[in-house]
C-alpha cells in the first residue's frame, strides 16, 4: 500500500501550518515562506509562531530554508505559541498533502531544531513516525511527545498549495 494510501487510513488527507491571522495578508500575496526567504525578501510578517530561540536554532541548523508543517493541528508548538502570546488569532492554513511528495521535502519524528533530531525522506515517514500513536494514543504524555513530528517544506508553500484557513481558539 502506497503512503497516501497509509496515511488516509490515520485520517490524515492534508497537513498544517499554524500563524497568526494578521499574517493572512501577507501569505495571500507570497505564500507561506521559510524564515530565510521572509529575510532575504524584507517580507512583512506581523507575528511569528515560532520564538527567537527557535529561529536561532533553525538558522544554525539550515532549517531556517524550510517551512515547518504539521499532520496534525494539535502540535505542541501551536499550544506553546499560544501560551507565549506570539500569535493572539491563531488560524491553521490547511495543505494539499502533495507538498509531501516533493523532492525536497524533508520529515522529523520530532521538534526538527532539537539536537538530537533526525531528518529523512518520505519513503521513511510509515517506519520513523508514529502516526497510530499520533493519531489513537490516550496517554496525554505519550501522545504529545509522538506530536511534535514535523515536515519540512523546502522555501515556501506557494498559495495554491493552501486549501483553506481554519480558525483556532
Not at 500575496?29 to 530561540?53: C, W
Not at 526538527?112 to 533526525?118: D, F, I, K, L
Not at 513516525?129 to 514535523?150: L, T
Amino acid at each position: 500500500m502506497n503512503i497516501k494510501k497509509r496515511l488516509e487510513k490515520f485520517g490524515i488527507t492534508s497537513v498544517y501550518h499554524f500563524t497568526d491571522e494578521s499574517n493572512l495578508e501577507s501569505i495571500e500575496k507570497f505564500g507561506i515562506q521559510s524564515l530565510y526567504n521572509i529575510e532575504q525578501q524584507n517580507i512583512d510578517v506581523s507575528r511569528f509562531g515560532a520564538n527567537e530561540l527557535s529561529h536561532d536554532l533553525d538558522v544554525r541548523s539550515g532549517l531556517d530554508r524550510y517551512v515547518h508543517l504539521s499532520f496534525i493541528k494539535d502540535h505542541p508548538m501551536y499550544h506553546n505559541a499560544k501560551s507565549r502570546g506570539s500569535i493572539l488569532k491563531p488560524v491553521w492554513l490547511e495543505i494539499d498533502i502533495s507538498i509531501l511528495f516533493e523532492d525536497e521535502t524533508l520529515f522529523c519524528d520530532e521538534v526538527a531544531n532539537s539536537s538530537r533530531a533526525v531528518l529523512f525522506r518520505v519513503d521513511n515517514i510509515l517506519n520513523s513516525i508514529n502516526f497510530n500513536g499520533m493519531i489513537n494514543e490516550r496517554d496525554f504524555w505519550i501522545k504529545k511527545e509522538i506530536r511534535k513530528a514535523e515536515i519540512l517544506a523546502y522555501n515556501n508553500v506557494s498559495t495554491d498549495k493552501i486549501l483553506g484557513v481554519t480558525y483556532g481558539k
